[in-house]
């Protein structure tokens, strides 16, 4: 017997978040969907600056085999938080040959933007997964992208245990119109592969150096441009080999001293001693007007405090998105 009711269109893993501009100036969400295994939690009372929504998935990480695909659209003038609510967890896989993928693919309006700062993602050991982003930025929109990795689980001895971890990174310019193209401004692909290993070369986890944390900072657009010329000014005034620092060195650590520093003179020493006591490691180059940041450390929490500090020091993440687009990097 045929059922009267229409095919259902659904599939699993399938996510759609919709988000627009609302009369009264804040952003709303005006397509909210998803399917098994993928979870969207958004707060009843939502906040003003931003809307926001958690991605998370049932049991709390995805089994091996499982397929998660979320289409993102940020209307004109609207803004996105993107979030977690703890470590996206990668269980293992029955073999190789069984991939567990999460797909996002986002388009972000004139003069929208989108903020997505998660909890790291952990794979435990044996997994295998893939992990493809795509952002698509109109005139004007920005983008706040944090794409992490950890080791696995610390305390069951798991040390870049999985089988393979593959991250890519698109940052896409929207053509203006039906006559150009759209243009590639970064494409960031990060693969760790146990098995994929030359004979001359250290295997996965003598590569990684001790690091227990890796990860990457995208930023582009109007509302990131005070954050990224922070990351670079800061970059720049990173300690370089053989350089030292002539200014009466007999002085440098007296009261007298400290009291001449600005206040911004004075994190960034508290920050730079920070870096070298937890051997936190980070780069910060401009790429096609995004600004890229790459850094690591040899624990989560170290990560952590870094990059939840960088970001809560310059103070325009805060401002532009409220303070929840922060909160999976409070320590």
């Excluded at 996206?88 to 991939?99: E, H």
């Excluded at 990860?215 to 080999?241: N, Y």
């Excluded at 070298?276 to 780069?283: A, E, G, I, R």
Aim: charged share 20%; aromatic share 8%; with cysteine.
């Amino acid at each position: 017997m045929n059922s009267p009711f229409p095919k259902s269109s659904s599939a699993d893993g399938k996510g759609c978040i919709v988000v627009r501009r609302l009369p009264s100036g804040v952003s709303g969400l005006e397509t909210f969907e998803y399917q098994y295994p993928l979870k969207l939690v958004t707060p009843k009372r939502p906040p003003q600056t931003s809307a926001l929504v958690y991605l998370l998935s049932y049991g709390g990480g995805l089994v091996g085999g499982d397929q998660v695909n979320l289409t993102i659209e940020v209307k004109t003038g609207a803004r996105l938080s993107l979030a977690t609510q703890g470590h996206t967890k990668i269980f293992k896989s029955a073999s190789p040959d069984i991939v567990t993928r999460q797909t996002m693919r986002v388009n972000i309006a004139t003069n929208a933007a989108i903020c997505l700062l998660p909890d790291p993602v952990q794979p435990f050991a044996h997994s295998v997964y893939e992990q493809i982003q795509i952002f698509r930025l109109a005139h004007n929109a920005s983008l706040c992208l944090l794409d992490w990795v950890t080791e696995g689980r610390t305390a069951l001895g798991e040390h870049w245990s999985f089988v393979k971890w593959v991250g890519r990174n698109e940052v896409w310019r929207m053509a203006d119109d039906q006559a150009t193209q759209d243009r590639l401004l970064v494409r960031d692909v990060a693969i760790l592969d146990s098995k994929s290993v030359h004979p001359h070369l250290p295997a996965l986890r003598e590569s990684m150096n001790g690091l227990s944390i890796f990860g990457t900072l995208i930023l582009r657009g109007p509302l990131m441009k005070s954050v990224g010329e922070f990351f670079l000014a800061e970059f720049g005034a990173l300690p370089r080999l053989g350089a030292r620092d002539w200014r009466n060195d007999d002085a440098k650590d007296s009261k007298e001293s400290d009291d001449r520093l600005s206040p911004l003179d004075k994190w960034r020493a508290e920050r730079l001693q920070g870096e070298k006591d937890s051997k936190v490691l980070w780069s910060a180059a401009s790429v096609r007007g995004c600004v890229v940041v790459k850094f690591g450390a040899p624990t989560v929490e170290a990560g952590r405090l870094w990059i939840g500090s960088m970001l809560t020091q310059e103070g325009s993440i805060a401002h532009n998105f409220g303070e929840q687009a922060l909160m999976c990097l409070r320590w």
